[in-house]
């Protein structure tokens, strides 16, 4: 028993002085110091704690960091992007993979995730997804109870065996740190595992984030290793093995498939078919690359400078305006009698010094407008070497120009964004390819709703299925298109559509059925309504047609006239 307890004790502390390393590495190339900064810049805290030199003078903040940032987050995103897969077998139904696969990531909201994620990366320069599976997930006829599930891991809470390999497939391990309640710690735990050695820590985040004190917490490693090509996961606290090393790949005496399946399926499961998991679940991107580092570059690194002169000359003209806005009075030995100066308007003094001259104001100084000429040049500076330009962001108006040219200014503005939004293509690709793993590993079957659309423009919702054992053997390509077109073409689209309706290219119906879903709030009332009128109008020249049959056979022949 002793030598069972030195053995965990040591693999405790192994673990643990990989987490320490990795603090010190990230403190070693100012990432500990400075990502918190970042933050505080973007969020609008840019001023440091005031000295006795500088407690009168302003503080305003002239956010460039946030308006930057946001720009080129909203440019990135612009296009929805779609994981799409296609395999090297014809037989294979890629059709059902991809409909499953859209309606995993929209249960998981990857979506909203992607927008964290980039959030993340403008600002901190890299973002980290990580997959895992969530037994107490909802689902239906699972392979394993539950369903994947995503999370963001802070630049500051992930460790690598090699800081400067990029590709994080290739990394010995990767080491996860987060912030757990002694009680959310102790449902993860192995069975034999002694709960009674927990305890909890201090927390190592420079965010100041706060913790609720009616428990204690602890920070809880979580080590993703391969053996023999394999992943495996490992958990432990400061104190405590958690869970022992165990493969990600499900458990087969957990597998929830029915007996009467048992002999077609369980071959497939115990032969050589059977997939592992061979790839991390945690997918990395960086913003811009760091040279020799897995860790990115973030938009507000370059922009801090700037943004302090900015803040510091808009403060210096406010405390000049501050200090010159009320001219000084030079007032002879009693000849203000307790009068005092206000300077509201249409005040009246009276002198008291019997000279005519006893109160008088002396010549203002006139407002110097160089701070702010500076703070403008340098704000257009800021904005020209960081490509968040007028024209980029659609700020500015040429009424002198055609559409076209205008789009092509936008085109020529939007390239240096391309190469951004190709990084967070990169990512998707990853992500792709780790989702693919966890649907060929963990659904048996499941079953779930997939959107269809019809002719009329209306979604229709099919009840459809997924078998993960008709694809264990596929081999499946990645793919990242965006869909939909642009989010900002609505616009466009709206106009092609008034000049096709214009010039008698389509009909009124046809115009609302590819009016753009976001601009309109009716559309099936409005069709309805055509519909209708289009009855009307039918019946009505029917009627016509009757009436001017009846009338044509009661007309008098020539004959009898």
């Known amino acids: ?14 673990l643990w002085n990989l987490y320490e390393r990795g603090i010190e590495l990230q403190a070693s190339l100012g ?47 612009a296009s929805p992007v ?60 699972g392979r394993v109870d539950g369903g994947v599930r995503c999370e963001l891991i802070d630049p500051l809470n992930i460790f690598f065996s090699d800081p400067s390999e990029l590709n994080e497939q290739k990394q010995d391990w990767i080491l996860i ?34 913790e609720q004190k009616t428990e204690e917490y602890a920070t809880l490693l979580t080590r993703y290793f391969k053996q023999n090509g394999e992943v495996y ?20 005496s957990q597998l929830n498939i029915k007996q009467e399946e048992n002999n077609s399926i369980c071959p497939q499961i115990h032969g050589a078919q059977m997939p592992r998991a061979v790839l991390y679940p945690i997918v990395c991107g960086y913003y811009e690359r760091k040279e020799g580092s897995i860790y990115g570059l973030s938009e507000v690194e370059g922009i801090i400078p700037n943004q302090k002169a900015i803040n510091f000359n808009v403060a210096m003209s406010l405390l000049n305006a501050q200090e010159c806005a009320w001219g000084k009075y030079i007032a002879l030995p009693n000849a203000l009698k307790n009068q005092k100066i206000s300077n509201s308007p249409g005040q009246v003094l009276i002198d008291y010094s019997g000279t005519g001259n006893g109160i008088k104001k002396l010549p203002e100084q006139a407002l110097s407008d160089a701070p702010m000429s500076i703070t403008q040049s340098l704000t257009d500076l800021t904005r020209a070497v960081s490509g968040a330009t007028e024209i980029m962001t659609g700020e500015k108006y040429y009424s002198n120009l055609s559409g076209s040219a205008i789009a092509y200014l936008q085109d020529q503005a939007n390239m240096p964004i391309e190469e951004l939004r190709n990084n967070f293509y990169s990512v998707k690709r990853k992500q792709g390819k780790v989702l693919a793993q966890f649907l060929k590993l963990y659904y048996y079957k499941k079953s779930f709703i997939k959107h269809k659309r019809e002719e009329d423009g209306t979604e229709k919702e099919i009840l459809s299925s997924f078998s993960s054992k008709d694809y264990e053997s596929s ?16 616009a466009s689209d709206i106009s092609l559509l008034d000049n096709c309706l214009k010039n ?45 049959k009846t009338n044509k056979n009661n007309r008098p022949s020539v004959d009898t006239i």
Not at 1 to 14: E, F, G, H, N
Not at 130 to 141: C, E, M, P, T, V
């Open 82 to 141: 779609k994981i799409h897969y296609k395999s090297y077998s014809p037989l294979t139904d890629i059709e059902s993979f991809n409909d499953f696969s859209s309606y995993v990531l929209k249960e998981l909201g990857q979506e909203d995730l992607d927008k964290l994620a980039i959030d993340d990366g403008v600002k901190k320069g890299s973002y980290f997804y990580h997959y895992y599976w969530d037994k107490n997930a909802s689902g239906i006829d």
């Open 504 to 548: 008698g290219n389509i009909s009124l119906e046809t115009y609302i059925k590819a009016y753009p879903e976001s601009a309109i709030t009716n559309k099936q009332e409005i069709l309805k309504q055509i519909e209708l009128e289009k009855n009307s109008e039918l019946q009505k020249l029917k009627k016509e047609l009757e009436l001017y």
């Open 475 to 490: 081999i499946f390509d990645v793919f990242v298109e965006a869909v939909g077109g642009s989010k900002s073409s609505v």
């Open 31 to 77: 990432i500990r110091e400075n990502l918190p900064t970042y933050v505080d810049f973007f969020e609008g805290r840019q001023w440091p704690s005031p000295t006795p030199s500088t407690k009168n003078l302003p503080r305003p903040v002239i956010n460039i960091v946030k308006m930057i940032c946001r720009s080129k987050k909203s440019a990135i995103l």
């Open 233 to 252: 996961c490992e958990r432990a606290t400061k104190t405590l093995i958690i869970s022992k090393p165990f493969s990600i790949t499900p458990d087969f």
């Open 1 to 14: 028993m002793a030598q069972w307890k030195s053995m965990q004790l040591a693999k405790v502390t192994s």
């Open 177 to 210: 740190s987060s912030r757990r309640t002694l009680t959310q710690i102790s449902a993860l735990a192995d069975t034999d595992c002694d709960l009674t050695q927990l305890k909890g820590d201090e927390d190592n985040q420079t965010y100041n984030k706060k």
